[in-house]
């Protein structure tokens, strides 16, 4: 994009219009700096995968924490970060470098920054990856996961609102269905992006748009910030740098994020010398369900549990401590991998799904998403929320019974293969039944569960009442199977506290930075090995925010 004479008629080229994207250009823009937006997707897709996210955000010290008798510091969730991350190696530099100013962050300026762009939050702060083993091990010691009021989109909107009134004062323009392919170094820096243009396309948000070129571009900037997400919509590439120590990668597998997202713009910037780093280290759930009205192909939703429900392996063994719904999402995985199979189940009651089950997205969220006090109202309602109850019922891998036998026949039916022995089932199911005679048991999961109930949000909307699972009063029974879904990729390209691009050694590739799940939102990966949660979302944000503003101060 040049005047006559080849005059630079931008100040910055920003490649993808997701969260990271949008809060770089913001920060430009609101300095007074011109920028491009460029993405291949068309204008209905305007804020990626952020829009369909459940809004969740990493806080410590919050005054929503305090008003619930949480006391958090930054200094105990450095301790949980560190205890999950695993960081090991001279290519955690720049990550652990990141995750500690990401802390200070989430500990500091991140609120009020966000209250001052008109975010609020729900006022009950859920408690995820509990962890369940040491307290130098992986998790959070406290509830931290701070609802956006809103979800998704709501955390979008101060974004676009300020963007919208930027390109209205000539200072952004979106440009979408624009598909980059080469950015070009000139004296070592990247001065060009170059692509096609695809023809236009009515697709719905996340669905597939055509990939037709019609045309091709070049533009031309000093500053160009890479913001173009990771692999999780790109199964092929997920199983090629599946680490080995989660096992092998699954044959079937669930997606919970559109296919565009394919990480096609990490290989074109190592080609101009952007070093990827921590390329095996991905976050992939493993209570992934078969959306019953899909949008994108494979399209999956992460059931969010609650910790009461009865898991077992896919030959109805049950899994080990501390492998509870929502305690550790990445040793369920790599343990579910070595069971040789693709495939886990949940066994639990009605009254389990009414209190415990929520499910991730913002579609999934009609209540919090359209900030409608009424339809929350009805969560203390008896009944599974309206979006949860229609997955028991037209969910694909769903499956009720009146009776624990008529129940594993149903199982084994859904899969086509009779893996499920009735008299293993019943075992497993009585023998946890049996520890609910007392207060107190020898079995870990009946612990967690309690300990869980003395948090008072959790007894009261989010753990059910320890119960039988074989208790008529209950039922029915419910049996869901659960698959690998993918999400988030951890590794990305490396870079430094400025979001300037690395290439292998110290020196940053003038005019380059990234942000988002391309750069491991920060540094090539600041979450280590494992994340705590609340903090892809917020990774977007710091390294938006972090890059836009460096690079304003570079245009300065």
Aim: proline residues 6%.
């Amino acid at each position: 994009m040049m005047s006559p004479g080849g005059a630079v008629a931008a100040d910055a080229i920003v490649v993808g219009a997701g969260l990271a994207g949008l809060v770089a250009a913001v920060e430009l823009s609101g300095r007074g700096h011109k920028v491009i937006i460029l993405d291949q997707e068309p204008e209905q897709s305007l804020g990626g995968q952020a829009f369909w996210s459940f809004g969740g955000l990493f806080l410590v010290n919050s005054p929503e924490q305090r008003r619930l008798g949480i006391r958090d510091s930054y200094e105990l969730a450095w301790n949980d970060w560190l205890g999950s991350a695993g960081f090991s190696g001279a290519q955690d530099e720049w990550p652990r470098k990141w995750a500690e100013a990401y802390v200070a962050f989430a500990a500091g300026e991140k609120r009020s920054w966000l209250r001052g762009l008109g975010v609020s939050f729900f006022p009950v702060v859920a408690r995820a990856e509990r962890g369940g083993a040491l307290a130098t091990g992986h998790g959070n010691s406290v509830p931290r996961f701070h609802i956006t009021w809103g979800t998704g989109p709501g955390l979008l909107e101060p974004f676009v609102g300020r963007l919208r009134e930027a390109e209205a004062k000539g200072l952004v323009t979106f440009k979408f269905r624009h598909r980059v392919s080469a950015l070009t170094l000139q004296a070592g820096a990247v001065t060009r992006v170059q692509g096609e243009v695809l023809e236009p396309s009515a697709a719905e948000r996340g669905r597939p748009s055509s990939r037709k070129a019609v045309g091709g571009f070049e533009f031309h900037a000093p500053i160009t910030i890479v913001t173009s997400g990771g692999i999780g919509g790109n199964p092929e590439l997920v199983r090629e740098r599946w680490p080995a120590r989660l096992g092998t990668p699954p044959e079937e597998m669930l997606s919970g994020v559109p296919q565009h997202v394919d990480g096609r713009i990490l290989g074109i910037t190592a080609e101009v010398g952007g070093n990827v780093i921590n390329a095996d280290r991905m976050w992939h759930y493993t209570e992934g369900v078969q959306n019953h009205s899909p949008v994108w192909p494979r399209h999956g939703i992460r059931i969010l549990p609650g910790p009461s429900s009865l898991w077992l392996d896919a030959a109805g063994n049950r899994l080990p401590p501390p492998l509870f719904p929502g305690f550790d999402t990445l040793a369920t995985l790599a343990h579910i991998r070595a069971t040789g199979f693709d495939h886990t189940w949940f066994v639990l009651t009605r009254k389990i799904v009414e209190r415990e089950f929520a499910l991730s997205g913002s579609e999934q969220n009609p209540d919090l998403t359209g900030r409608s006090m009424r339809l929350l109202a009805k969560r203390v309602l008896p009944g599974a929320p309206g979006p949860v109850q229609a997955f028991v019922d037209r969910g694909p891998d769903f499956v009720r019974a009146d009776n624990l036998s008529e129940l594993v026949r149903k199982m084994n039916a859904l899969t086509g293969k009779d893996l499920l022995d009735p008299a293993r089932v019943e075992r497993e199911v009585r023998a946890r039944d049996g520890q609910l005679a007392n207060a107190f048991a020898k079995d870990a999961q009946m612990t967690a569960i309690r300990g869980a109930r003395a948090y008072l949000p959790d007894r009261l909307i989010r753990v059910a009442r320890p119960h039988r699972l074989e208790s008529a009063a209950a039922g029915p029974l419910i049996a869901v199977r659960l698959r690998v879904l993918t999400r988030k990729t951890l590794g990305g390209l490396e870079t430094d506290l400025a979001g300037r691009v690395l290439n292998g050694s110290p020196e940053p590739i003038q005019g380059l930075y990234a942000a988002g799940e391309v750069a491991g939102f920060g540094g090539g990966g600041m979450h280590g090995h494992r994340a705590l949660e609340g903090t892809f979302l917020g990774g977007c944000l710091f390294s938006g925010l972090r890059a836009g503003r460096a690079a304003a101060e570079a245009l300065t």
